[in-house]
């Protein structure tokens, strides 16, 4: 546990905790875990500076997502949208059931759209008595400037990748580290890695980069479909490849521009085909080779 955590998990025994905290870095595991771990201080039964105790019945509740005074907000495809910021907002306000606190953890906080994240501002500028809402980021830049001023910022650090795989459990270590690879190290890529599937995504960037290889548009059809949420994994895998090549030698800076510019589009909504195939195309037509 790094010193931000402890000073944390002490403002929270002591009821001194902000109401807006911005948790960021390391990985979305990491900070889940540390997002759960402040719930059950504050809503622990047991006494504040022995919490938490991981046997009462609201620790359980907490662990296993079933406590009512628990509120999770996360992206339903690769944005978290004004709709479903104004539904959290009808509970947020609502009396608690059983906690002493409400506490709202909202995962990917940096996917939130800008009408999102103005209705979110709302609730931070008048938040409802005993809550705290934790907003949890891998880029703290991600978010609005005028929430994070009005967040405390904790950094988490990247976990050494023996124990990220040990937190894992039931998952395969083999698959485990052939997503650390295929992220280039990056923890919480690797775990969108791991839900999305290993082999097929890799598959899928072996595939493209054929594609690409080649020149053949009609190839593309083989590579649908896919929703949003799979294609930013991809594209993110793919951009991992890339860098490497540029470090090699054997890929210029422009195949880069032209997924990152991919993935801004799909922010933007755009359907994730034509995202995928304005890509080819884009550097069919620039010349660009991609390599595994």
Known sequence: MNPAQVLLEKAAREDHLAHLLL??????????????RIAQILNCS???QESPCQ????CHKILSYNHPDILWLKPLKTTIGIEQVLAWQGKVYLKNYEGNYKVSIIEQADSLTLPAANALLKVIEE??????????????????????SRAQLIYFPDLPNDEWIKELGDTDQQESKLALELSGKNQTLAAA???QGVFSL????????KVVEDKDFLALFSLFPLDKTQA???????????QEGIRK????PFELLAIGKANEALRQQVNPRLVIEVLALELFQQGGVLCD
């Not at 030698?249 to 210029?252: A, E, F, L, Q």
Request: proline fraction near 6%.
């Open 23 to 36: 948790f960021h870095g390391g990985s979305e595991l990491y900070r889940r875990q540390e997002a759960l």
């Open 127 to 148: 938040p409802p008595e005993h809550s705290v809402i934790i907003l949890s980021a891998g880029n703290a830049e991600g978010i609005l400037p005028t929430i994070q």
């Open 193 to 195: 890695i791991l839900e």
């Open 55 to 58: 046997i009462c019945m609201a």
């Open 202 to 209: 890799q598959e899928w960037v072996h595939k493209f980069f």
């Open 46 to 48: 047991s006494p504040k």
């Open 249 to 252: 030698g054997t890929n210029r």
């Open 232 to 242: 930013n994994v991809y594209l993110q895998a793919l951009a991992v490849q890339i």
